[in-house]
């Protein structure tokens, strides 16, 4: 919830803007609620989708660019030549820490955390890709350390911000569907190899490629193609597969709507699990008890081609990618990442105007992508909090997801304690929920 001074902000706002739109307070306008000053914002990982990240905030001042692939990060290094270069980000926070306001982390997943972390502890706010992290356990570091901070974070699950997603997330908490008892989620993903083992190989390293530093705190190993630049996501020491590409983006509409934290069991049936990547494909049954208005509900998770019955929704076949929500009044179906959807009961979206419109809106037509940065540049500079932060939203979140790679691993079901952070049937599994790290890149 916005404190009162961003509320007070929010209604001054509003009460200046031309009566058509101030009658819809929800919806925001770039800046309006913050200062003019520009931040000094830095970019770590800032090739292929962290140069969109990192580009997304031109409007600021980008003073410092990190990354270890001088080749992937040519774009973003032509596009801003005054922001100075880096390869380790440990340096370029300690050397810039003091002129830096905010920083984008958009690295394989293994250096999310440790670099996130390494800058909130300096108070600097930030946008991080998703999943937000690695490790179950450092999801809830990750969100411990962003409070303690008090900094403004984002994770970039910008389905967030897609103005139908939220109204969609609206109607479900108006009880449009009535009790949701039963989800269904998939995704077309892996696009990348998974259910292979390391490459035997172990060919020259580009000049433009500081491979140790790639490395980072992943354990040592010989440099292969076959991991950089985009093909890591399926190699579990340094991705998180099918499932934590997509889940932080699939299942964002179920998250929110119902707040599907803290499972009490997740169970995976899948094709084979090998030490060094995930699997080809797999099914991941999420079961939740009753938490505050949530009644106890069922998410099943299908990626590498499975999906659910198409009689759920009685269409001929379902798409790619999707969400069903299943209630004890009506079925919801999103045909994509996120956005509109339809109602089996064949309800439209316009037989609801009565509930209200309470989730703030950026502007009609802006892109979906920049409106999530903005989102949080917005309130990195005092306005209200962006729907995506560490501590309220994707920390949960990305706990939930990543556990069903721990049910992946473990071959069957865990049973988790939230509270103590642990699973309670299976060692093994439990000693999965944390990372471990190289020498030299821990995390006190």
Not at 27 to 53: E, F, M, Q, T
Not at 142 to 150: E, I, L, N, S, V
Not at 211 to 236: C, E, I, M, S, T
Request: aromatic share 8%; with cysteine.
């Amino acid at each position: 919830m916005s404190s009162p001074i961003h509320r007070r902000q929010f209604l001054r706002a509003a009460a200046a803007l031309p009566v058509g739109l101030a009658a819809f307070p929800a919806v925001l306008r770039p800046g309006a609620l913050g200062s003019d000053k520009k931040l000094n914002v830095a970019g770590i990982g800032v090739g292929g989708k962290g140069a969109i990240d990192i580009g997304y905030c031109a409007g600021e001042n980008v003073v410092a660019l990190c990354d270890v692939d001088d080749a992937n990060a040519a774009e973003s290094y032509k596009r801003f030549p005054q922001a100075k270069r880096y390869k380790d980000y440990r340096k370029m926070l300690d050397e810039e820490g003091a002129r830096i306001d905010a920083v984008t982390v958009s690295t394989p997943d293994h250096h999310h955390a440790p670099a996130a972390l390494l800058a909130m502890r300096l108070g600097k706010h930030v946008y991080c890709q998703k999943p937000l992290t690695h490790s179950v356990a450092e999801a809830r570091r990750m969100a411990d350390a962003a409070r303690a901070a008090k900094v403004t974070t984002q994770m970039g699950n910008q389905g967030f911000s897609h103005p139908r997603t939220r109204r969609l997330v609206e109607l479900i908490q108006a009880g449009v569907l009535g009790t949701v008892h039963e989800v269904h989620v998939w995704t077309d993903r892996p696009i990348w190899p998974q259910g292979v083992d390391r490459p035997g190989d172990s060919p020259a390293v580009p000049d433009t490629l500081a491979w140790d530093l790639w490395l980072g705190p992943a354990p040592q190993r010989p440099y292969n193609p076959a991991y950089v630049p985009f093909k890591w996501r399926g190699f579990w020491d340094f991705g998180t597969g099918a499932l934590g590409d997509m889940g932080c983006h699939n299942m964002g509409l179920p998250f929110w709507a119902l707040d599907l934290r803290d499972p009490l069991t997740v169970e995976a049936v899948s094709s084979p699990v090998n030490a060094e990547t995930a699997p080809t494909r797999s099914m991941i049954t999420y079961e939740f008890g009753a938490l505050g208005d949530r009644k106890a509900t069922r998410l099943v998770w299908y990626d590498g081609g499975l999906k659910p019955s198409r009689h759920l929704v009685k269409a001929q076949e379902l798409g790619a990618n999707g969400v069903i929500l299943i209630g004890d009044k009506d079925t919801l179906y999103v045909p994509s990442y996120w956005g509109g959807g339809g109602f089996l009961s064949g309800a439209r979206m316009d037989d609801f105007k009565e509930v209200p419109m309470r989730l703030p809106r950026r502007p009609e037509g802006e892109d979906n992508d920049l409106a999530h940065h903005l989102e949080w540049i917005d309130a990195c500079k005092g306005g209200p909090p962006p729907s995506s932060s560490f501590p309220e939203r994707s920390g949960p979140f990305t706990e939930m997801v990543l556990l069903g790679n721990v049910a992946l691993r473990a071959g069957g079901k865990v049973e988790w304690d939230a509270k103590a952070l642990r699973v309670k049937n299976d060692a093994a599994s439990d000693a999965r929920i944390h990372s471990t790290y190289r020498k030299g890149w821990e995390i006190a």
